[in-house]
């Protein structure tokens, strides 16, 4: 048992953060980025995440309810696990929550913090504890076109640069980029 936890440490560092998820048995349909840690829970082989999912820093991913063990001396067999399924196109802020048996449609932001304790359907904009659609994708998509500083295209010391100009800040990136 010990063993088998220091191997999967070793492979969670060791490996990049998808060909980790792939290695743990998570079911990635295409196109998915994992930017930082992500808790991928105790049964990650019931988790299918589609294309073009952003999974940021700290997303936990709980696919049972670990409750049932108050009661098992009552009742040995009590079990509740359920599948997480994350649609296309999904962006996933960081430290959210995902509960067991959620459902995230197609063309989804899920907002830091978020607490997914049921289905999200497509076209939304969810945040919150619980989670809540606060708009559509394609509200959210407007108020993003108005207010772009318009440097998505740059990429690491280029978009430092243009922000820098774009802020009127006169100091250093503080060498993030080597």
Do not use: C
């Not at 670990?66 to 009661?71: A, H």
């Amino acid at each position: 048992m010990i063993i088998s936890k220091v191997k999967r440490k070793i492979a969670e560092i060791v490996l990049k953060p998808v060909q980790y998820a792939k290695l743990i048995g998570v079911n990635l349909r295409g196109g998915t980025y994992i930017f930082g840690r992500v808790g991928w829970g105790s049964e990650p082989w019931i988790i299918t995440i589609g294309n073009n999912v952003y999974i940021t820093d700290g997303v936990k991913f709980i696919t049972h309810d670990g409750g049932t063990l108050l009661y098992r001396n009552q009742i040995p067999d009590l079990e509740i696990t359920k599948p997480i399924k994350v649609g296309n196109d999904v962006y996933i802020g960081n430290n959210v929550i995902i509960l067991p048996g959620v459902t995230i449609g197609n063309n989804i932001i899920i907002g830091a913090g978020a607490v997914v304790s049921k289905d999200i359907p497509d076209n939304s904009v969810a945040v919150g504890v619980p989670a809540r659609v606060i708009k559509s994708a394609d509200e959210y998509l407007e108020k993003l076109k108005k207010e772009s500083l318009h440097l998505g295209h740059l990429k690491g010391q280029e978009k430092d640069k243009a922000l820098m100009q774009f802020y009127g800040y006169t100091g250093q990136s503080k060498g993030i980029y080597l």
